[in-house]
């Protein structure tokens, strides 16, 4: 079994920032990618970013800019920097792991951009 564990979501003020932490343990040899989606009340959930396992990395087109994606290989963790947060980025954020096909989630954080 593999386990995703997100850490740091909360309240921050538009234009603010914030950093995710999505720490993975178990049977985690050879993960192929790691990303972080989100999900809006009413959406679907949403790929925000991945970092693959030679290190290229991806973003869409909305947090370009803003977010980055850093992996630590020897801690097992991906971060998520988010600056200059807006209001639409509220949602609940979820860590992925890809690992030999299969497809693993954590528990999602929420972050909520308010003033």
């Known amino acids: 079994q593999v386990q995703l564990v997100e850490s740091g979501g909360g309240l921050v003020q538009p234009g603010g920032s914030l950093r995710l932490s999505c720490a993975a343990s178990g049977r985690i040899s050879n993960i192929d990618s790691m990303a972080w989606y989100r999900q809006a009340p009413g959406n679907e959930r949403e790929l925000i970013g991945r970092v693959f396992s030679d290190g290229a990395l991806y973003y869409t087109d909305s947090v370009k800019g803003r977010f980055t994606i850093s992996r630590d290989n020897a801690k097992n963790t991906v971060n998520l920097q988010m600056n200059s947060l807006k209001p639409e980025d509220t949602a609940v954020y979820y860590c992925?792991?890809?690992?030999?096909?299969?497809?693993?989630w954590g528990q999602g954080t929420q972050v909520t951009v308010s003033s």
């Open positions: 992925h792991a890809l690992i030999r096909f299969s497809n693993y």
